[in-house]
């Protein structure tokens, strides 16, 4: 793997900590981006004295969608591989409720995501080389009444990942879709996730970096996954409505 500059977008989650860690360790230098992104100082310190990388912090805002390409443009160096760990998922007792909540989780979770990879993916493909990984989820692959707000924006993330890997794929551009299940973080601490089916951010960062070195086009962070999301795509729908999972 080339030593290439590494964009990490929503850099304050702790999966956008693991993964730009992990990087840094292999020798790649760190571009952090987030919403009040002084916030970041403490992780481009850490990750510079723990890894010898030279870290910049941009400021960020995955809504402001008009600010995208401006955003690229003053990047410092045209990443090699760009990380988005952007997401959102609220309550979804809230979510159904408050339509300005849902919005803001549908936008946070599709939206966002897709307009910043828009603009790298047009300018990584100018160049002709680069890797795009997208940080989607399970719960995209069938709606549930449990989360399907938060699942149909990380559904249409998914598809929207496909399509590019698909268009992208004659330039020489990488496009990785992330599918981690549960992982243990403080946008999931009020939940009691088993232990079997939750990984740490760490070991979602791990399976980033290796599988963007394989070139691999989707993972599931735990195999298992795999297998529970078979068999729930395929229950009968009208099986399937009269279910709560």
Known sequence: MSKGVVLVLGARSDIARAVALRFAAKGHPIQLA????????KDKTDIELRHKV????????????????AFVDALPELPRIAVSAIGFMGAQAENE?????????????YEGPASIFSH??????GRGSGTLVGISSVAGERGRATNYIYGSAKAGFTAFLSGLRNRLAEDDVHVLTVLP???????????DLPERLTAKPEEVADAIVKAVAAKR????????WWLIMLII?????????RMKI
């Open 233 to 241: 795509r395929n229950i009968p729908e009208r099986i399937f409505k």
């Open 97 to 109: 409720t408050d339509v300005e909540l849902a919005i803001r989780v549908m936008r946070s979770n």
């Open 181 to 191: 299940g549960f992982v243990a973080t403080r946008m999931t601490e009020d939940m």
């Open 120 to 125: 790298l993916a047009t300018r990584f493909a």
């Open 34 to 41: 987030a919403r009040q992104s002084e916030s970041l100082s």
């Open 217 to 224: 086009n989707v993972i599931h962070v735990r195999r298992i």
């Open 54 to 69: 030279p870290v910049t912090v941009h400021e960020f805002d995955a809504l402001d969608v008009a600010s995208h390409a």
